[in-house]
């Protein structure tokens, strides 16, 4: 099979893999406002504490496959989108240390707020990161060459505010498998609303990204695409359907099943509106693409390591299945 | 300043910063491995202790290390894409097969490591354990094939100014990786039973939890004998393969100006070298050390620097003095070691309050000699990104130096509060001390476990 298409689904693969792993730590994050005292906050850190560093590898793990698959791709969204990524990094960074150091803390409040103004920062840029590409990147010779703030237009900060709701969509399912009582009580009704809210930036991303990218409305009515790319928003709303109604009666895991789907159909919908495009306008997958013996070379490694790898992670979760609670993480 | 320069500095700054982190993490993993496997073997509850006293330190660090790793792998794109671009079919694999075989393993089992008391069992979470110390040491290995790759080229064809693959075991295993991979694994390993030995002896001294300070004090001191030796073997070898493959880096290292052609090439203790003169303007030479110590025979050849284009040469002050506080720094350890030797023939190990000290004192020197070993290897290989093939000019991103400013003060702030929170958190880890009073979970609990005697009076302090 083409080497080129293998690693365009396998960083697809990847970039789904953080957005919903990533995704419902951070918007448990999010959500920190919404508790009412320290023992809550306890719960929440607790119920991502033993993941989220291998939720995060995947964002490394992304970015390492960018890099050897689509080289191009990779220094003319680094250097291009310079400034939402290493805002996206310095959110990170914040979030990621807050776990050891508010364990620590005596005084937990500047760490409460480091975790959620860290998640929101992380979350917003990488709004910002998707919505830049989106809006398409001047490239001249290979390389990146617009200016350092093409990425900031209506459009992007749209997309930016949309996946605040989408990870709050995430986390708060997320929470309600990890947890009883008030904090469950509360999160289905964060996980209720913010998924008419998503349900709503989704409607309003499909119908701006043609106004936005006018190719796409071509792609959307063009065959072969035609035939099938109606199956994304209808997979959309069964979707949101079960989702609406699993939250009503109470399921406790199949609401984040749904979220995930969800979330699936709108990253598909978004890939089969721009594909075989990698960044808009004009880089395409198979121009960007790296030497075929690296890529065959490092397919090997994919091949007998990530089946390990996702071995170990399902191990993780096996190990730390149930509700948070009986044991205390941080002490 | 230009894009150029400030990007330069930021990739020092986050990479110089980043370092320290995975050092303790290496090190520290190997002493918990041991701590565990004791705990394992023998029962005794005092290694159980120890264990989850160490391991919260490790825990602080290891946080900082994976969010300050990341800043790296996005600065090969937000800084250097014109490099990335360029060398990425024979480069990037090294990146990706580190977060694949290295990092996956790492994550998927820290959380058991730190948080899995109550869920696994002893034999299952000392397997985590020895993973989480291999998944560091096998990212150690991927780094330093990747920086070994930009410092000894091989394995490419240039086609066009694009490297592509010809063979990749060569370029992973090229010329410089095995001796370098060495030196900075032992880098670690020293460092880390330094660190270990030096909060041990304060304890001591304070006289807090003596028993169980005393056995993590003889285990680093154990640990840091062995790595202290070998640390100058290896880092002989390492002078060596750079007189071998880089040699204006060893001349600038040594302040090395001309070709020594009858007799040997002295060794400069101290120098105060002027690159523009071409000269030292003061030096305090060993008569034919230099040739003995790269060449190992006392006439030997050493190219001096005029013999490389001015253009080409590395900056000779930065490297001849990080290079020798480096060097200085080791031998400091290794006869703070042959201390350790005489007191413990004569019994004295634990008592003589002068080497306590001693331990207390020297216990940060590691990473400040790991830091001036990378500044030495890194300046050393200016003005090139891939040496004698890339120039570090060729490879920055179009960007403006606007963005640069912005990012390195954004960097400086956060990692100036970041590193002044942890050393905040770990002194009051430090302050609280070992934990030796709670209940060890009953699925860690083995059979016929020899109880710790060390709770006394005033000692069960517990976070």
Not at chain 1, 71 to 83: A, D, K, Q, T
Not at chain 1, 100 to 109: G, H, L, P, V
Not at chain 1, 191 to 219: C, D, E, K, M
Not at chain 2, 18 to 41: D, M, Q, R, S
Request: aromatic letters at 16%; glycine letters at 8%.
């Amino acid at each position: 099979m083409d080497l080129v298409i293998i690693w365009s689904c396998l960083l697809a693969l990847a970039i789904l893999l953080y957005v919903v792993l990533d995704g419902f730590g951070l918007g448990i994050a999010l959500l920190f406002p919404t508790t009412r005292d320290e023992e809550e906050r306890n719960i929440l850190m607790d119920s991502i504490a033993p993941v989220w560093d291998a939720n995060q590898t995947w964002l490394v793990f992304g970015g390492g496959a960018l890099f050897v698959s689509f080289p191009m791709i990779y220094g003319v969204l680094f250097s291009g989108l310079y400034i939402p990524l290493l805002t996206f990094v310095f959110g990170l960074i914040f979030r990621g240390v807050t776990f050891e150091f508010r364990a620590q803390a005596t005084r937990k409040k500047p760490w409460n707020m480091a975790f959620f103004l860290g998640s929101l920062v992380a979350v917003v840029a990488q709004g910002l990161t998707l919505g830049g590409i989106l809006s398409g990147m001047k490239v001249a010779g290979g390389h990146f060459a617009g200016g350092p703030f093409d990425w900031l237009n209506p459009f992007s900060v749209m997309v930016g505010i949309a996946l605040i709701t989408g990870y709050i969509l995430l986390g708060s399912t997320y929470l309600i498998i990890k947890t009883t009582g008030a904090i469950q009580e509360r999160a289905y009704g964060h996980a209720l609303r913010s998924a008419w809210i998503v349900l709503g930036f989704q409607i309003l991303v499909t119908i701006w990204t043609p106004l936005h990218y006018p190719s796409a409305l071509t792609n959307w009515f063009s065959p072969p695409r035609i035939y099938f790319i109606w199956t994304f928003p209808l997979l959309g709303l069964m979707a949101f359907y079960g989702l609406n109604k699993s939250l009503k009666s109470r399921c406790e895991i199949l609401p984040f099943v749904y979220s995930v789907i969800f979330f699936f159909a709108g990253y598909l919908g978004l890939i089969a509106s721009i594909y075989p495009i990698a960044v808009p306008p004009s880089i395409t997958f198979r121009e960007a693409a790296a030497q075929q013996e690296t890529l065959r070379f490092t397919l090997w490694g994919v091949i007998i390591v990530l089946p390990l790898a996702l071995a170990y992670t399902v191990y993780s979760y096996s190990v730390f299945r149930g509700k948070v609670g009986k044991e205390q993480y941080y002490h | 300043m230009d894009a150029l320069l400030l990007s330069r500095i930021q990739f020092a700054v986050t990479t110089m910063f980043h370092i320290l982190f995975p050092v303790l993490t290496i090190g520290l993993a190997l002493y918990l491995v041991i701590v565990e496997l004791l705990w394992f073997v023998t029962k005794q509850e005092i290694y159980y202790r120890m264990y989850r006293f160490w391991v919260k330190i490790f825990a602080i660090n290891f946080g900082i290390g994976v969010v300050s790793g990341v800043v790296l792998e996005f600065e090969f794109g937000t800084n250097f894409s014109r490099f990335s671009q360029s060398v990425s079919n024979v480069f990037s694999p090294l990146l990706a097969f580190e977060v694949m075989t290295a990092f996956f393993l790492e994550a998927g089992f820290l959380g058991i490591m730190l948080f899995g008391w109550e869920r696994v069992r002893r034999s299952i979470h000392f397997l985590a354990t020895c993973l989480v110390a291999a998944g560091a040491i096998i990212s150690a290995f991927w780094i330093l094939a990747a920086n070994s790759w930009m410092q000894t080229p091989a394995g490419y064809r240039l086609v066009d100014g694009k490297f592509m693959v010809a063979d990749f075991r060569a370029a992973i295993f090229n010329p410089s990786l095995p001796i370098r991979m060495s030196h900075m694994t032992m880098a670690s390993f020293e460092t880390s039973a330094f660190v270990v030995a030096g909060i041990s002896a304060y304890f001591l001294l304070k006289g807090r939890q003596v028993d169980l300070f005393r056995r993590s004090l003889g285990i680093a001191l154990v640990m840091a004998a062995l790595f202290s030796i070998l640390q100058i073997y290896f880092g002989d070898a390492s002078g060596r393969q750079v007189f071998h493959h880089q040699p204006e880096k060893l001349a600038a290292m040594e302040a090395h100006w001309e070709t020594n052609v009858k007799e040997g090439a002295p060794f400069a203790v101290i120098a105060i070298p002027d690159m523009r003169a071409e000269k030292n303007l003061f030096e305090m030479n060993i008569p034919n050390g230099l040739s003995l110590l790269v060449t190992h025979s006392s006439y030997g050849k050493v190219m001096g620097l005029r013999e490389f284009p001015k253009e080409d040469r590395p900056n000779v002050l930065i490297l001849f003095w990080s290079f020798r506080l480096m060097v200085a720094i080791g031998f400091i350890l290794f006869f703070v070691m042959i201390w350790a030797g005489f007191l413990w023939l004569r019994g004295r190990l634990y008592e003589s309050r002068p080497f306590l000290w001693i331990l207390v004192v020297v216990h940060p020197l590691g990473f400040l000699a790991t830091e001036l070993g990378w500044i030495t290897n890194e300046v050393g290989r200016q003005p090139w990104l891939v040496y004698h093939l890339m120039r570090t000019s060729e490879g920055i991103s179009p960007i403006p130096a606007g963005n640069v400013i912005w990012s390195l003060s954004l960097f400086l702030i956060i990692f100036a509060a970041i590193g002044a929170s942890y050393s905040y958190y770990v002194l009051k880890t430090l302050r609280i001390g070992a934990d030796l009073s709670s209940p060890i979970p009953s699925v860690q609990r083995p059979a016929g476990m020899l109880p710790f005697q060390g709770v006394r009076k005033g000692d069960s302090v517990k976070g």
